[in-house]
């Protein structure tokens, strides 16, 4: 597969002193939808300015479309649009100068044909003469979209798009984010909204404390981290699990009604048939019973979590 974006063994040391990105390595592939996930802080924001050229590294490299962010800017620059996380543009504006303004930043000749598709793409050409000041929150976010599209680049950085959106707008944005890679575009996206990934990444990577923890292709990550959870409830509560039953992997809730058993999706022995035959010799009778699979979400936070845990003991051993 063909990458798009190189980034090797970069490094951030802000002039304070703080370490926000650590031997990061990463290809992105062309014409994929690329999640960068991580808690606040982890790095996401940093990653994303190198790579477009706002901030410096401190080591490393990195190519955009093969030319070097740092020595061969306006050329790497060129092949890429950045939408931010804040709405920043001239509110007394029309739509249409805006746009075409943008495009004229990257020294591109214009070319108005290309404006009107884009615009058309958007859904913003019937409001291509309103000022600014009189779009709606979603419209104002597309024409982010579409300015950081007007040099045609083949890049596309969202950093968190769909914050505080509501879920109708969200579907649109994913929507149309599907549909820019269809047209070729390769997309990258920042995002504290897990399903946001889950729903339209190709891939995840998964940012903590600088470091690039992980990179898969997301299904084969549900596949391969993701477990499988039956939930019993039973018909009458129990104070504790009984001993006959203390050898699987069981778990009652604190109201003593409900018994989780967790299993993994790959092995193909789920024990479940041994489960309810144990159920059934202990007397344990039970009203519903229900699976559930583990989400995107689920591996997120248990990776982190399990990341602060490492951090943690690290830090005390070093004490
Ligand atoms: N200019 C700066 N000078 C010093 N430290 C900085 C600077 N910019 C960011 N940092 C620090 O680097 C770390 C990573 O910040 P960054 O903005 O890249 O995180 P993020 O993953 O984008 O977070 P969020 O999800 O909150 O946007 C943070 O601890 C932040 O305080």
């Known amino acids: 597969m063909n990458s798009i974006i190189s980034v090797s063994d970069l490094t951030k ?3 304070g002193g703080f370490t926000a990105l ?3 390595n990463l290809d992105i592939h062309e014409g994929e939808i690329f999640a960068l996930l991580g808690p606040n802080g982890a790095g996401k924001t940093t990653l994303i300015s190198i790579i477009c050229g706002i901030v410096n590294p401190s080591s490393g490299s990195v190519r955009a479309d093969g030319h070097d962010v740092v020595r061969d800017y306006r050329m790497a620059r060129e092949k890429i649009g950045l939408v931010p996380q804040e709405l920043c543009t001239d509110s007394f504006e029309s739509v249409l100068a805006t746009v075409k303004f943008s495009r004229g930043l990257f020294g591109k000749a214009p070319d108005p044909g290309y404006i009107e598709r884009l615009l058309r793409q958007l859904s913003l050409w019937e409001k291509r003469n309103s000022r600014i000041m009189a779009l709606s929150g979603g419209m104002k976010r597309r024409l982010m979209i579409a300015k950081a599209l007007s040099h045609e680049p083949k890049i596309l950085f969202l950093d968190e798009p769909t914050a505080g959106v509501d879920v109708e707008l969200r579907q649109d944005m994913w929507s149309m984010v599907r549909e820019l890679r269809e047209s070729g575009v390769t997309v990258i996206l920042t995002t504290h909204y897990i399903e946001e990934a889950e729903e339209m990444a190709d891939r995840v990577g998964v940012i903590n404390h600088g470091r690039l923890v992980l990179v898969e292709d997301k299904n084969t990550l549900i596949k391969r981290m993701g477990n499988k959870e039956l ?3 039973l018909a ?3 104070e504790r699990l009984p001993e006959s039953l203390a050898d699987l992997s069981l778990e009652l809730d604190e109201s003593g009604q409900q018994m989780v058993y967790r299993f993994d999706i790959q ?3 789920t024990g479940i048939a041994n489960l309810l035959r144990k159920l059934d010799r202990a007397e344990i009778e039970f009203r519903d019973l229900q699976t559930r699979e583990s989400s995107l979400e689920d ?3 248990g990776l ?4 602060q845990k490492e951090n943690d003991r690290a830090h ?3 004490e």
């Not at 982190?304 to 990341?307: H, I, L, S």
């Open 13 to 15: 040391t802000y002039s």
């Open 22 to 24: 650590k031997n990061v």
């Open 231 to 233: 939930l019993l409830h």
């Open 236 to 238: 009458e509560p129990l």
């Open 267 to 269: 092995s193909g022995e």
């Open 299 to 301: 591996i997120f936070v």
């Open 304 to 307: 982190v979590r399990g990341e």
């Open 316 to 318: 005390g051993a070093g």
